[in-house]
């Protein structure tokens, strides 16, 4: 995955404050998969996800269960 997995992983990236947007997220996407190429909607769909989050929200890790 290039672009659907790419959007994904770059929401996920965000989700656990390890990008603030999706430019971010895909330059770090782009370190280990250089391929990676996010469309122009699907950064605006990471980028609005990004921004529902509230600010100073605690970034999601996983519950260990």
């Known amino acids: 995955g290039h672009g659907r997995s790419a959007t994904f992983a770059a929401a996920l ?15 770090l996407l782009r370190r280990a ?3 990676v190429h996010l469309h122009r909607e699907q950064r605006e769909l990471v980028d609005r996800f990004a ?13 260990g269960a």
Request: without cysteine; hydrophobic residues 45%; positive net charge.
């Open 51 to 63: 921004a529902s989050r509230a600010p100073g929200l605690a970034p999601v890790t996983s519950s």
């Open 33 to 35: 998969r250089p391929l």
């Open 13 to 27: 990236l965000t989700a656990r404050g390890l990008a603030r947007d999706a430019a971010e997220a895909e330059a």
